[in-house]
Structure formats: structure tokens, C-alpha cells
């Protein structure tokens, strides 16, 4: 079974504060991204990588920092925090497939990190 | 751009009742549909997935059609249990989206004893 880690599942931080959320995938997947999801706004796009060293913005990018120096690994920056960020983090990871112009195959997502800034 | 639309909820439901909750979609190309599950406190798995038109995909009970003429998906099941409580996400990619995915807001169902 895909696993993907999130390294931990509640944070709080304090406004300005530069925040690190980890995640690592034991699939060899080349596909990552990373989502937040609050109540009534459903899942949100913040980034993804199709490859190490490779990063697109997705739908709300502004405030938010990807890093993928290694093929398991995805980390989100929070620059400097606010508390309009505070909201449970989603890192997700997909194969990528030649068929279907990649899109056939599913996302494997973490359990989450419930992040607060006060 | 591609977009999905699912029913609002909650959905409130007694055990062993029947469960459809809809699920219609816009996109250009020839998309993958997808229903993802949420279960309290977890992140979201994959439900059950059809990558082509007329297929119908299936697991744990729960099915679903990918109807290109109607552009729907809809998640049914014949007899829900109280386990199945969760929010349910229907979800497209492909087409000449890639594969990034588009989700639906999700709708929250409850199954009562």
C-alpha cells in the first residue's frame, strides 16, 4: 500500500513565523501536491510537482513556498504566517501515467495536519 | 475549465436505506472520474475510480456509472451502514486538464442506528 507521511498531524505557530509542512511518499511516485481544505471551500490547489526540482502554482498560491529536492519528499513554506492560513494541510501523491494524458490514476493522500496560527 | 458539482449535504440516512448522492461534471477531452472518501480525522481515500465512458466502477457495495451523455457520476449504494458515515468527494482528471484533479465541495453523510 502507498504511504504518504505528514509530519505532524497538529501545529500551532504564531503570526510571522516561517512554517514547514513535510511530506513523504514510499512510492516512487513523480507526481506530488499539496492542498488545504476548510469548511464550505471544499479542496483547494496551493502547489504541485510533476519532478524533483519542478514546482507549479495551483488555484491559491500567494503566501505559500513548495521545495522538492528529493523525489519522496514535499515540503510547504509559510513564509511568514497569518492567521487567514490556519486551516488542515492535505499533501496528496499520484503516478503519473502516459495514458490518459496522466490523469487516470488516483491521488494517495496523508492524513492531514490541522495547522492553528494564533 | 473543468469543474464538478456534487449535491450539498448533510445527507441523513437510517441504516440499510438506499444512498445516491449526485455528482455531474464539464470538462473537455476524455477525463478519469473519481469518488474519494473522508473519514473523521483521516485524509481522503480512493473510493472507486472509471476512466472511460459507460464504465462503471465498484468497492465496498458502492458504485458508480460514468455517464458521458448525462455528464454524471453519482455514488450509489443499496444498504448503508453506520461505518459509512464520512464526507464523500467526487473528483475528475485528465481530458485536457493533465493530471491535475478537480474536486467537488464534498457532501457529509450521516447513517443513523
Known amino acids: 500500500d502507498v504511504k504518504v507521511t505528514q509530519s505532524s498531524r497538529y501545529l500551532v505557530k504564531r503570526t510571522g513565523e516561517k512554517v514547514f509542512l513535510e511530506c513523504v511518499q514510499d512510492m516512487d511516485h513523480e507526481n506530488m501536491f499539496w492542498y488545504r481544505q476548510d469548511p464550505g471551500l471544499g479542496l483547494r490547489l496551493i502547489y504541485f510537482s510533476y519532478d524533483v526540482k519542478m514546482k507549479e502554482k495551483g488555484d491559491i498560491p500567494e503566501g505559500y513556498s513548495v521545495s522538492r529536492e528529493k523525489k519522496e519528499r514535499f515540503s510547504l513554506i509559510l513564509e511568514s504566517a497569518s492567521t487567514n492560513q490556519t486551516s488542515m494541510y492535505l499533501c496528496?501523491?499520484?503516478?503519473?501515467?502516459?495514458?490518459?494524458?496522466?490523469?487516470?490514476?488516483?491521488?494517495?493522500f496523508g492524513d492531514g495536519t490541522r495547522l492553528s496560527i494564533l | 475549465g473543468n469543474s464538478v458539482t456534487q449535491m450539498e449535504g448533510p445527507v441523513t440516512l437510517s441504516e440499510e436505506a438506499f444512498l445516491t448522492i449526485n455528482c455531474t461534471y464539464t470538462?473537455?477531452?476524455?477525463?478519469?472520474l473519481f469518488w474519494y472518501v473522508q473519514y473523521p480525522g483521516e485524509g481522503l481515500q480512493l473510493l472507486l475510480k472509471?476512466?472511460?465512458?459507460?464504465d462503471k466502477g465498484s468497492n465496498k457495495g458502492f458504485e458508480a456509472t460514468y455517464r458521458k451523455e448525462t455528464t454524471s457520476f453519482h455514488l450509489e449504494k443499496g444498504s448503508v451502514q453506520v461505518s459509512d458515515s464520512a464526507v464523500y468527494f467526487c473528483a475528475l482528471s485528465g481530458g485536457t486538464g493533465g493530471f491535475k484533479t478537480i474536486f467537488g465541495a464534498g457532501t457529509r453523510l450521516f447513517v443513523k442506528a
Open positions: 472509471a476512466t472511460k465512458a459507460d
Open positions: 470538462a473537455t477531452g476524455y477525463p478519469s
Open positions: 496528496a501523491s499520484s503516478l503519473y501515467s502516459k495514458t490518459g494524458q496522466g490523469g487516470n490514476q488516483p491521488q494517495h
